[in-house]
T-cell receptor, first 114, second 114 residues
């Protein structure tokens, strides 16, 4: 059972454009929502994260928008650059579970064209 | 230093071989993880160690045997693997197993089982 659904699976954006990736979750016990960026041949790296008591968080060109009532959150990449081309995973953790278990979305492969 | 190192980078083994994957971190983290990642898929949690004790085993077959010799090292012993076990094996660590504790991933070991 996929508890975090991510869309789209792939995304092509022109340089300077806005990349938008959406995620939806079912488990209302989730209390932390990180986004990971993964380049080919590398492990995932934390990009930005948000807690459900905040509706938006911005770090540089990256913004998370969070809608608790709709159980949805999204990543916006402003002024997208070719160097942003990577796979992005949304994730969620449940403070009630025993091991900081990340529930990942299916991933979005982003390609930013020069 | 937020680096998790993994060796080897690549490993090819036969179904009758015994091999080990190694992971090391020097961030003082007390939680360490093993993940398996297939191509174009998100990482799947295999094991969680907290304070050098196994706290989560996600129903992983016994041909995978984890070991945590000390707080900085994590091993994954492999024996009698199947071709479908070919994947990228990722190690991660975090300060503890709190839901907001960032997991830092290593670059992974690319495993091929012939």
């Amino acid at each position: 059972q996929q508890q975090v659904k991510q869309s789209p699976q792939s995304l092509i954006v022109q340089k300077g454009g806005i990349s938008i990736i959406n995620c939806a979750y079912e488990n209302t016990a989730f209390d932390y929502f990180p986004w990971y960026q993964q380049f080919p041949g590398k492990g995932p790296a934390l990009l930005i994260a948000i807690r459900p008591d905040v509706s938006e968080k911005k770090e540089g060109r990256f913004t998370i928008s969070f809608n608790k009532s709709a159980k949805q959150f999204s990543l916006h990449i402003m002024d997208s650059q070719p160097g942003d081309s990577a796979t992005y995973f949304c994730a969620a953790t449940d403070g009630n579970n025993a091991g900081n278990m990340l529930t990942f979305g299916g991933g979005t492969r982003l390609m930013v064209k020069p | 230093d937020t680096e998790v190192t993994q060796t080897p980078k690549h490993l090819v083994m036969g179904m009758t071989n015994k091999k080990s994957l190694k992971c090391e971190q020097h961030m003082g983290h007390r939680a360490m993880y093993w993940y398996k990642q297939k191509a174009k898929k998100p990482p799947e949690l295999m094991f969680v160690y907290s304070y050098e004790k196994l706290s989560i085993n996600e129903s992983v077959p016994s041909r995978f045997s984890p070991e945590c010799p000390n707080s900085s090292l994590l091993n994954l012993h492999l024996h009698a693997l199947q071709p479908e076990d070919s994947a990228l094996y990722l190690c991660a660590s975090s300060q503890s197993i709190g839901s907001t504790d960032t997991q830092y991933f290593g670059p992974g070991t690319r495993l091929t089982v012939l």
